[in-house]
């Protein structure tokens, strides 16, 4: 018996500290990190199979590989342009990371390997920008390659509803009322998590909404996305492009007056191996085939 | 320091064990006696959720509680409630992943009874019922405590399932493990700490009740 029981609590518990559940940001930070590794080795093996001096990154005669750090809403878009981008440059592979521009920021911050980071908001592309005024880039973090940087597109903050919008809900106004009973915003290191609360402060309901425990926060874009697309929650505040890829209605959209404008910032990073083809890449971003995918989605162009 | 975690934690947990309690053992009995095939799958499909990712048991609650879901629409129907994103919907996911604690210790305890007791209790014309409750439980108590003792530790310790099913609603589905996240992610590190010392605090409890436990049958 005792012997049994010994056996049967070294074993649970040696199952359960096996399948124990870290912060999946940790998770990620690391898949991030390997990911990079792995492709790095790869590229030294390579070259040394040919006989060439091991400098990881491409050059003209072999395929370069460009590491993109994405926010979440760009995921459909940038896999398009990706696809496009394939056509007229086959040696150049694409590998993108898409998560919120905090966990993102977050990643470059640990060293992960990045060639091009794109922000969906100023914030974390200034916390990591050495230019950027101090009291947002409180650490002093000099990640961003100088003059790489530049607004590439604009996206709108939409309250999103479920089919059929069972609360009924049709405005921003309506989320001070009783018929609102869960909200799905992002946490405030998303910066769409931030753009909402900007929005209900600007109501005058933030306050009002988290001590009646009418808000629910998920950690990307995406996750707020789904929770309205399974309709888990009455309504979400999401990016137009979201809600437009997953088919979710729009009851209302932010004007001037409640949310900042939505840019998003793109720039080379300053440990990037492959500056020249994160620098063709950005530029492809910006012409008109790339155009068109944007705006299909419902980005527009910054100015 | 807004307590409500704590609170929202240790209810999740005490009523998931309990139900997991009462499962488990029920479970760990019959099945123990069917035959060898159905038993086998029986077996692996109970013990699944302690070694998936906690997200993957999240993927499949969601898929049969989701709003949009067969339960989920059907419990919206009749009884008018929301399986998920509401403080209970924590108790479905620790309960999943809880079981097979219960379940496996609950079993390992039964298979080690002498069966020679229950059949003695069978020819005193003792009924089976009164056999499990005052012959086979008493025999088996310290495997089933423990059991009991390690779900209730796994299920306040719940955070992959959890985060699926209720969110991270403050006041409302927050628990220990998903503010703790919530907080380190929003760089709330000093709060975070002080979480996870509570965390800390409760799972030294569990641990000291086990060592004791298994003190008190050596004594035996």
Not at chain 1, 92 to 105: A, C, H, N, R, W
Not at chain 1, 108 to 132: P, R, T, V
Not at chain 1, 190 to 205: K, N, Q
Not at chain 2, 76 to 100: D, R
Request: hydrophobic letters at 45%.
């Amino acid at each position: 018996m005792k012997k049994l029981w010994a056996a049967v609590m070294a074993g649970v518990l040696a199952i359960n500290i096996l399948t124990g559940c870290p912060g999946s940001g940790t998770e990620s930070k690391t898949a991030a990190g390997n990911m990079g590794d792995a492709a790095s080795s790869e590229t030294i093996q390579e070259n040394d199979k040919i006989g060439l001096k091991a400098t990881v990154g491409g050059t003209k005669d072999q395929p370069a590989e460009l590491l993109i750090f994405a926010a979440a809403s760009m995921t459909e878009t940038m896999t398009e342009i990706s696809a496009m981008y394939k056509d007229i440059r086959p040696d150049v592979e694409i590998i993108y990371t898409f998560d919120s521009s905090g966990t993102l920021k977050t990643q470059i911050e640990e060293g992960a390997d990045c060639d091009i980071f794109i922000s969906a908001s100023q914030k974390q592309m200034n916390q990591l920008d050495i230019s950027a005024d101090p009291s947002i880039n409180t650490e002093g973090l000099d990640f961003i390659q100088e003059g790489t940087r530049f607004n590439l597109v604009e996206n709108k903050v939409v309250l999103a509803v479920p089919d059929g919008n069972p609360a009924g809900i049709e405005a921003y106004e309506d989320l001070g009322m009783d018929k609102l009973s869960l909200l799905c915003i992002g946490n405030e290191d998303v910066p769409v998590g931030a753009y909402s609360m900007e929005i209900l402060t600007s109501l005058g309901i933030l306050d009002q909404l988290e001590s009646d425990s009418k808000l629910t926060y998920g950690s990307n874009v995406k996750e707020v996305t789904t929770q309205v697309k399974e309709a888990s929650v009455d309504c979400g505040i999401i990016y137009a492009t979201d809600a437009f890829s997953a088919g979710l209605t729009v009851a209302d959209e932010a004007d001037k007056d409640q949310c900042r404008q939505v840019i998003y910032p793109a720039a080379i990073l300053k440990g990037s191996n492959n500056k020249e083809e994160a620098e063709k890449f950005l530029d492809y971003l910006t012409r008109n085939e790339s155009r068109a995918v944007f705006e299909a989605a419902g980005f527009t162009m910054a100015q | 320091m807004d307590w409500y975690p704590l609170y929202n934690s240790l209810r999740i947990a005490l009523i998931s064990s309990v139900i997991v309690f009462f499962t488990g053992i029920f479970a760990a009995y019959y099945i123990a006696r069917m035959n060898r095939a159905v038993k086998g799958i029986l077996d692996v499909v109970l013990t699944l959720p302690m070694v998936l990712p906690p997200t993957v048991a999240g993927y499949f609650l969601l898929l049969l509680l989701g709003t949009k879901r067969p339960l989920g629409i059907w419990f919206m129907e009749n009884f008018g409630i929301k399986l998920v994103m509401t403080w209970y919907s924590g108790i479905f996911a620790a309960s999943v992943v809880a079981f097979p604690l219960m379940y496996r210790t609950a079993r390992g305890a039964f298979e080690s009874f002498d069966e020679t007791l229950a059949h003695s209790g069978q020819t005193l014309g003792l009924s089976n019922t009164y056999i499990f409750w005052h012959i086979r439980m008493p025999a088996c108590r310290q495997g089933i405590l423990a059991g009991a003792v390690l779900a209730f530790a796994r299920a306040l310790g719940e955070y992959g399932a959890t985060s699926m099913l209720a969110g991270y609603t403050p006041g409302k589905t927050a628990t220990i493990s998903t503010t703790v996240y919530q907080l380190w992610r929003t760089d709330n590190e000093a709060l975070a700490f002080q979480w996870v010392l509570v965390n800390l605090a409760i799972s030294a409890a569990v641990l000291l009740t086990v060592n004791m436990l298994e003190r008190k049958s050596k004594g035996k």
